[in-house]
Structures are given as C-alpha cells and as structure tokens.
C-alpha cells in the first residue's frame, strides 16, 4: 500500500496518508489509458465545421451557353464544382464525434494514470489550502514554496473560494475536484497535488464496491413440507 507524507502550504510535514492500493497501486495500462484520452477529445470536439455544397453557393441556375457548336467544354450550372466558386464535393458537414465509453474502462484508465503518477513521486498531498483572501501572488508563492515549478493540477473541493479565484488567473495551475477529474487533466499536467479529503473522495469514487461486504449471512429459510404425491387410480376404477 503506497505511502505518501502530508504538507501543509509551508511545506512542512504534518504526517503520513496510506492510500488504497487498488486505487493508487494498479498496473499501467496504456492502451486503456490511450482509449480513454481517445473518447474525451472526442466527446470535447464541436462539430461544427461545415463546407458549402452546390446546393449552398449563391449562383444563377441558367445553363450559360447551348450544349453544342461553341467549341467550348459543355456546362450545366455555374455552381458546379469544377468552377471557380462552385460547390464542394465531400467537404466536411456538422456532425457529433462523441461516443460512449464504458464506466468501468474510464474509471480503469483514472486508477492506471494516477498509480503511475504515485510511482513516479509527482503525487503530494497537502493538508489544506487557507488562504485569508483570494489573492494570486499568495497561490504562487505557494506553489513555489512546495518546489511545484511546472503544469499542476490540484485536486480539492470547489467551496474552497479563496483557492478558487487565486488560482484561475494562473496558466500553469487548474484546480478540479474529486468528481470533475479526468484523464486528459491527469496526464497534460506534470504534478498532481491531492487536499487529504480529495484523496479520500478518490478512493471512495474508483475503489472497488464488493456487494455484500461485511453483511451478515441470511438465515436459511424454513423448508416448506413436501407435497403429497397424486397416487393414480387403478383402471377398473376408472372404467366404473
């Protein structure tokens, strides 16, 4: 079960946090991991890139010149799309590019990507960020403070104002929580920094749910008594 110690914004070590190993010591899996960022950026694409066919472009629908004896090549529409300012042929149309991505694949790739972060040491977890007032040179002073210099990801709870708007004008630090994370975040950003109770929510969220854990067994129902078997009656009965 990996272990990981607990700062606060002053990077000094309030103590240690054992996280699920089924949440945060799976194995790397990066063909799931490669179809989960798959589905997200396509489920993220607009769509709504659009081309005008012949049936679009603005022309006169006469025929410009008779079929023969001109010596020029024969023509039907000036919006056809061998002219200049005819039509597009195959061009793209407005479509929905997203598709479904089974539960248990997304959370698989979520347990894979962050176990890897864990094994490469760019997993923190920070006790809590206070601040007094939301204020953006304090949020940097303390991501410089806990030595985070590059692409963060900070996964807390979203009442937490004051991190809120002090992080929101920094290009280099998003700030999710436990429920608005994804793979794309997770694996874009270079360090991953977990409040205590975000940890904990994750854990909750990707951990495996045994149904029937800890329930006591049900007493054995009582045996219904048999039924008495239908005893046929002899022939010459029948007959009588």
């Known amino acids: 079960m990996p272990t990981v110690k607990v700062r606060n914004i002053k990077n000094e070590e309030v103590g240690e946090l054992e996280l699920s190993d089924v949440v945060f010591g799976a194995p790397l899996n990066e063909g799931l991991i490669h179809a989960a960022v798959r589905n997200f950026m396509a489920n993220a694409r607009q769509g709504t890139s659009a081309t005008k066919t012949r049936g ?53 790739a979520l347990r894979s990507a962050l176990s890897e972060r864990v094994r490469e040491g760019n997993v923190s977890v920070i006790d809590g960020w206070s601040f007094d007032k939301p204020k953006t040179k304090d949020f940097a002073e303390s991501l410089g403070t806990l030595g985070l210099e590059g692409k963060t990801l900070i996964v807390d709870s979203l009442d937490n104002d004051n991190l809120l708007l002090s992080a929101r004008n920094m290009r280099r630090a998003k700030v999710v929580n436990s429920f608005g994370l994804n793979i794309y975040d997770l694996l874009y950003h270079d360090h991953l920094v977990l409040s205590r109770s975000a940890a904990q929510e994750l854990e909750q969220l990707l951990g495996s749910r045994k149904e029937g854990e800890g329930a006591t067994e049900p007493e054995a129902a009582e045996e219904a008594p048999a039924k008495p078997k239908r005893t046929r009656k002899p022939k010459n009965e029948e007959a009588a």
């Open 56 to 108: 679009d472009v603005s022309g006169a629908g006469r025929k410009l010149w008779k079929q023969k004896g001109t010596g020029r090549a024969r023509i039907a529409s000036l919006r056809s799309p061998l002219w200049k300012g005819g039509g597009n042929v195959h061009g793209p149309q407005p479509r929905d590019w997203s598709y479904n991505m089974p539960k248990k694949m997304r959370q698989g």
